[in-house]
């Protein structure tokens, strides 16, 4: 899409003739923002999909603890990760949409950006990352570094377990074949057949199987949770790649490629049932880039208090 929310224009004009994507779920209430239309977007973000639009389409996103924002009245995709927050042009608008949808607001400590320890995880968040990515992420963390942060590169070997953890068939569509399940085998040719495809792959999938992923989620957020005590936040892009094109998408492999990419950084988040920000760090002339900034559940009010002093080192104008 390539909006630019401060000034309304497109920030690149190579690309403004371009139609490209604008995010996944949740990516007509980022158009609406981004455009000015609406002060905040509200959705559900069960593997990126509140943080992915905002990511591309130079917004902020905020995915809370899940607990946090009551899921009353909202249609589940899969219960054990959806979590209903917003996105909006500023931290601090999101921080007043998330007062307005859960039961009280985040008392939040503000704190000065020096001295703050950042952790970059240097397993899995950077492969297949794009230049453009790349460039507008190191240039971050130089700004970073330069007002007193502590950026410090980590290993964080457990986030090549994600997709053990998530084995054989996947939260989603496990849980989603289970909302689904009388409608599906119904009215199985009204779905989106990409969509059907990974309802499908749900019901294969055994009780016992589904136990035993839980089991292992729990025990790898533990150990998540203490790889990152003493940390103020993780660090890492929201997303690798840029909108792509979506003439590009056309084609079933390129879309599950590009989807996987889009998926696989906000995804740590929601199985952690951490808290997470996509904030935008590119400059006037690129595409959208996010950074995403996300800890362990419950701290949601101290990543505010981090977010609130990481977004001022990020305008690059």
């Known amino acids: 899409m390539g909006i630019n929310p401060h000034y309304g224009t497109p920030r690149n004009p190579a690309d403004a003739g371009t139609p490209r ?16 239309l609406a002060v905040a977007g509200l959705g559900s973000d069960t593997g990126g999909s509140i943080r992915i639009p905002a990511a591309l389409c130079g917004l902020v996103g905020f995915k809370s603890t899940q607990s946090r924002v009551p899921r009353t009245g909202a249609f589940e995709l899969a219960r054990s990760l959806d979590t209903v927050c917003a996105m909006a042009r500023s931290v601090e608008d ?34 297949g990352i794009e230049p453009a990515v790349a460039r507008a992420f190191e240039r971050s963390l130089q700004a970073l570094s330069a007002a007193g942060a502590q950026v ?40 989106d057949a990409r969509v059907a495809a990974r309802i499908a792959f749900g019901t294969e999938v055994r009780a016992a199987d589904y136990i035993a992923m839980q089991d292992r989620r729990r025990n790898w957020i533990v150990r998540v949770e203490h790889a990152l005590e003493g940390y103020d936040a993780l660090v890492c892009p929201t997303v690798p790649i840029v909108a792509p094109p979506i003439a590009a998408l056309a084609e079933n492999t390129a879309f599950f490629q590009a989807n996987g990419l889009l998926l696989r950084n906000t995804f740590a988040s929601n199985l952690l049932d951490g808290c997470s920000f996509s904030l935008p760090c590119q400059a006037p002339d690129e595409l959208p880039v996010g950074l995403m900034l996300s800890s362990v559940r419950g701290d949601d009010a101290r990543l505010v208090a981090v977010a609130l002093a990481v977004e001022p080192a990020l305008r690059f104008d």
Do not use: K, W
């Open 152 to 191: 410090v590169d980590i290993t964080l070997a457990e986030l090549a377990e994600i997709v053990t953890v998530n084995a054989p068939g996947g939260f989603s569509p496990i849980e989603a074949s289970a909302v689904h399940r009388e409608r599906f085998a119904a009215r199985r040719e009204g779905f």
């Open 21 to 36: 994507i604008p995010g996944g779920s949740s990516s007509g209430a980022a158009v609406s923002v981004a455009l000015g």
């Open 94 to 127: 999101c921080l007043i949409a998330d007062a307005t949808i859960a039961d009280a607001p985040l008392v939040v400590q503000r704190r000065p950006l020096e001295g703050l320890r950042l952790a970059v995880p240097r397993t899995l968040m950077f492969d």
